[in-house]
C-alpha cells in the first residue's frame, strides 16, 4: 500500500516538473506573421518603458529623496534593469517562441513554475493596462477641466470604499476597447500606431531636455542653507518648500540615492513586452537582444536628461511633485510649453498602453497553446495571424478593471508578479547554460553509451564511480570534464536552488531588519556573514562547472555573477512589499492554482510526452539560423 502511495506521488511530483523541449512544435510553428523589424521592437521597448513615469516620478525622487543626484538614481536603476534585460536578450536570442519569461521557466524549471510565472505575468499586464488607462482619462480629464469625472461622478456614483472607484471610468474603458481592435487587426499595424506615439514622446522629451540646459542654472546643482533661507524669505507661502538636506548636489546622502534608485527601478519595467515577440520578429535572434539593449539605453538617456534639465531650471525643494515640469516651465517664464507636456504626456500614456497590452494576449496564447489555460484562448486568426481570442478576452478583463477598480494600490502587486518573472527568467539563464546540447532521451542515452563512449571519452553519460566525501568535493570543484554532463547539469541545478533560497533569506534580513545586521547585533550579524558564506562557496561550485560552447547570437557576461545579481536585486525589492500586498497576491495565486490543478496539470500538451527531469534542453540551437552545433 506504502509502495503504491510512493509511487503516486511520484508521478504526481513529476507532472509538476515536467518540461517543454525548447523545439517548436510543428502544429504550432510559424502561425503568427513575421513581420517585426528592429525599429518595431525598440519602439515597443521604449513605448511600454517610458510612460507618464517620466513626466511624474523624475520630480517626486528629485525632491524628497535625491535632489539633483537623481541623474545617478537612474543610473543604478538602470544597470539594476539591464542585469535582468540581458537575461531576457539570452533566452530572447536562444528560444523565438511567444511566451517571454513562461516559456523560459517551462524549458528550465518545470510546468508548475512555468505556469506560475505565466499567471503572474499576467496580473501584470492586466493591472497594469488598466492603471495607465485610467491615467490616461485622468490626463485627458484635467485638460478638460475634470468635466468628465464629475459628470460621470454625478451620474454613476459607486459607493463600495476600499473595493471600488468613486465612479466608473467608461472614458477607460472605450480606451482599452479601441486598442484591442487595433492589436487584433495585426502585428504590424499595432507596431505602426506605436511608433508614431513613442516618436511623438520622445520629440517632446528631447525638446524638454534642449530647454532645460538652455534655461537651466548649474548653480542649481549647487545650491546651500543660504539659498534656501533667501527663498523662505521671499516668499509669502513656504508649504511648497520641501527639505533642504545637506544642500550640493547630494543633498540627502547616498542612502537618497539608494532610495530613490529602488523607486527608479519600476521606471525601467516594460522592456520585457519585447521578450514575447519571438514568432512575429523577423530575426529574432538579432532583433531582440539588439532591441532590449537598445531601448534600455534610449529610456535611460531620456529619463536622465529630464531629470537633469528639472533640477537645473528649478532648486529641488521648490519642484512639483504633482507636475513638475508645466511648473518647471513656469518657473522659467516659459508657460506655453505646458501644452506640449500636455501633449507628450497623452502620447507616452498612449504608448505605454499599447506596450501594456502588445505582449498580455501573447502570454495568454502561449499557455493556453501548452494546454495549461483553456485551449479556446490559443485561436489565431486566419487573416490578420494574431491570438485573437486571448486579445478580445485580455482587453475585456482589463477594460473592465478599468472601469471599476481603482488601481493605485495594486501597483505594488504588479510589480511583485514583475519582479518574479525577472528573477525566474535569471535563473533558467544560469541553469540552461551549464547543461549538456544533447537531447538525453532514453533512447539517445542507449545510442550514446554505445556509438559515442569509444570516440568521447569524456561522455556526458558516463556512470561516475562510488566515491568518498573527498572525491565528491573534488567533482565539485575540480570537474573532470571540458564539456557539461548530465551529473556537472544536475550540480548545477540543485546548487542553483539552494543559492536562490540563501539568497531569499539574506535578503529578507537585510530588507527587514537592517538595523540589526548593521549594527553589530549578534544574532542577525552572525546569520547574514554566515549566509554570504555559503552563498560564496556555492557560487564558486557554479563557476567551477564546464560551461556549454554552443554558438549563441548573444550570451550573458559575467557567469554566474551577473544572473545572481540580478535575483539578488529582484528578490530584495520583492520584501519591500507590504503583508497586504502579499495578502492580495496569495488570492490571485490561489485562483491560479485552482485553474492549474483542475484544468491545465490534465490538459497539458507535455502529458503525453513527460521529460526526463534533468536536463533535455538546446536543442533548440540547432534549429535557429544561424546558430551551429559545436
Not at 497594469?128 to 491615467?135: D, E, I, M
Not at 539574506?506 to 545586521?517: E, R
Request: with cysteine; proline share 6%.
Amino acid at each position: 500500500m506504502s509502495k503504491m502511495l510512493y509511487q503516486d506521488v511520484y508521478q504526481f511530483g513529476q507532472k509538476l516538473i515536467r518540461r517543454r523541449p525548447l523545439e517548436p512544435r510543428e502544429e504550432s510553428e510559424s502561425r503568427m506573421a513575421r513581420c517585426l523589424n528592429t525599429l518595431d521592437l525598440v519602439a515597443l521597448g521604449v513605448g511600454s518603458t517610458l510612460g507618464a513615469g517620466v513626466y511624474i516620478l523624475a520630480g517626486e525622487v528629485a525632491k524628497d529623496k535625491a535632489g539633483p543626484a537623481i541623474v545617478i538614481c537612474f543610473l543604478v536603476a538602470a544597470l539594476s534593469s539591464v542585469l535582468s534585460g540581458l537575461c531576457y536578450a539570452e533566452f530572447g536570442a536562444r528560444v523565438p517562441c511567444s511566451g517571454s519569461a513562461y516559456l523560459y521557466s517551462y524549458v528550465t524549471v518545470g510546468q508548475l513554475c512555468a505556469f506560475i510565472t505565466g499567471w503572474n505575468l499576467i496580473l501584470s499586464y492586466v493591472i497594469g493596462t488598466a492603471s495607465v488607462a485610467r491615467a490616461w482619462s485622468s490626463a485627458f480629464d484635467s485638460l478638460t477641466g475634470n468635466h468628465i469625472s464629475q459628470v460621470l461622478r454625478g451620474a454613476f456614483s459607486l459607493h463600495v470604499p476600499y473595493s471600488l472607484a468613486k465612479y466608473p471610468d467608461f472614458f477607460a474603458l472605450g480606451l482599452v476597447l479601441l486598442l484591442t481592435g487595433v492589436l487584433a487587426l495585426g502585428a504590424r499595424e499595432s507596431a505602426l500606431v506605436n511608433k508614431v506615439f513613442t516618436g511623438l514622446n520622445l520629440s517632446v522629451l528631447s525638446f524638454m531636455v534642449i530647454s532645460g540646459f538652455v534655461k537651466g542654472d548649474l548653480h542649481n546643482w549647487q545650491l546651500t542653507e543660504q539659498d534656501y533661507k533667501l527663498n523662505t524669505s521671499g516668499s509669502n507661502d513656504t508649504s511648497g518648500l520641501g527639505p533642504l538636506g545637506s544642500g550640493g548636489f547630494v543633498p540627502f546622502g547616498f542612502d537618497g540615492i539608494f532610495q530613490g534608485a529602488a523607486t527608479c527601478f519600476y521606471a525601467f519595467v516594460g522592456f520585457d513586452a519585447i521578450a514575447t515577440t519571438g514568432e512575429e520578429a523577423r530575426n529574432p535572434q538579432r532583433s531582440i537582444p539588439l532591441g532590449i539593449v537598445i531601448s534600455l539605453l534610449i529610456c535611460f538617456l531620456a529619463y536622465a536628461g529630464v531629470s537633469a534639465a528639472l533640477t537645473l531650471m528649478v532648486p529641488y525643494y521648490q519642484i512639483h511633485s504633482d507636475s513638475p515640469l508645466p511648473h518647471a516651465f513656469l518657473h522659467v517664464g516659459w508657460a506655453p510649453a505646458r501644452y506640449v507636456v500636455a501633449v507628450g504626456t497623452l502620447c507616452a500614456l498612449t504608448s505605454s498602453l499599447l506596450g501594456a497590452m502588445f505582449p498580455m494576449p501573447r502570454v495568454i496564447y502561449s499557455m493556453a497553446d501548452d494546454g495549461l489555460l483553456f485551449r479556446g484562448l490559443a485561436q489565431i486568426h486566419a487573416r490578420t495571424r494574431t491570438p485573437i481570442m486571448a486579445t478580445l478576452a485580455s482587453g475585456t478583463l482589463a477594460g473592465v478593471m478599468a472601469l471599476l477598480f481603482e488601481l493605485s494600490d495594486l501597483v505594488d502587486l504588479m510589480s511583485i508578479g514583475t519582479l518574479l518573472a525577472y528573477s525566474l527568467v535569471s535563473f533558467s539563464v544560469l541553469v540552461l547554460r551549464y547543461q549538456p546540447d544533447q537531447n538525453l532521451s532514453e533512447i539517445e542515452k542507449t545510442e550514446k553509451e554505445t556509438e559515442m563512449k569509444p570516440v568521447v571519452e569524456e561522455s556526458p553519460l558516463e556512470s561516475v564511480p562510488e566515491a568518498g566525501t573527498s572525491k565528491i568535493l573534488k567533482s565539485l570543484c575540480d570537474p573532470l570534464h571540458t564539456i557539461p554532463t548530465l551529473k556537472s547539469g544536475q550540480i548545477i541545478y540543485g546548487s542553483a536552488s539552494l543559492l536562490v533560497l540563501l539568497l531569499t533569506t539574506l535578503s529578507l534580513i537585510l530588507a527587514q531588519w537592517p538595523s540589526h545586521v548593521f549594527s553589530g547585533d549578534p544574532v542577525y550579524t552572525t546569520a547574514a556573514v554566515l549566509l554570504l558564506l555559503l552563498t560564496t562557496g556555492l557560487i564558486v561550485i557554479i563557476w567551477r562547472q564546464p560551461q556549454s560552447p554552443t554558438p549563441l547570437h548573444f550570451k550573458v557576461p559575467a557567469l554566474p555573477l551577473l544572473p545572481l545579481m540580478s535575483i539578488f536585486v529582484n528578490v530584495y525589492l520583492m520584501m519591500q512589499m507590504t503583508s497586504g500586498t502579499w495578502a492580495q497576491f496569495a488570492v490571485w495565486m490561489v485562483i491560479g492554482f485552482v485553474i492549474y490543478f483542475g484544468y491545465g496539470i490534465r490538459h497539458s500538451l507535455e502529458k503525453k510526452n513527460q521529460q526526463p527531469p534533468a536536463s533535455n534542453s538546446q536543442t533548440f540551437d540547432k534549429n535557429i539560423p544561424g546558430a551551429e552545433s559545436p
